[in-house]
């Protein structure tokens, strides 16, 4: 489902020890868009919890492109 059938509500996180996980969650509760990363709690360093994660899902930052979904600064490996 894409952003145009859908309307976001909230976005869920999945942080593992190894892994972090974050779906773009809609109103009926459907993963709309997932992202994830490598960078685990057990990855990263304790100061820098938030940068990680703002990089991930780049809050502030998204940006619609015509007939997609959000397009972020960088570039997460997609899930699907």
Do not use: C
């Not at 990363?37 to 100061?47: F, L, P, R, T, W």
């Not at 809050?59 to 015509?66: F, S, Y």
Request: glycine letters at 12%; aromatic letters at 4%; hydrophobic letters at 40%.
């Amino acid at each position: 489902m894409n952003l145009a059938e859908s309307e976001p509500a909230l976005i869920g996180v999945d942080w593992g020890t190894s892994s972090l996980r974050a779906f773009l969650i809609g109103t009926q509760g459907e993963v709309i868009e997932g992202v994830s990363s490598s960078e685990g709690i057990m990855q990263i360093s304790k100061n820098s919890f938030e940068a990680v994660l703002d990089r991930l899902i780049g809050l502030g930052r998204p940006k619609r492109a015509a007939n997609s979904g959000l397009r972020y600064d960088h570039q997460p490996k997609r899930l699907g």
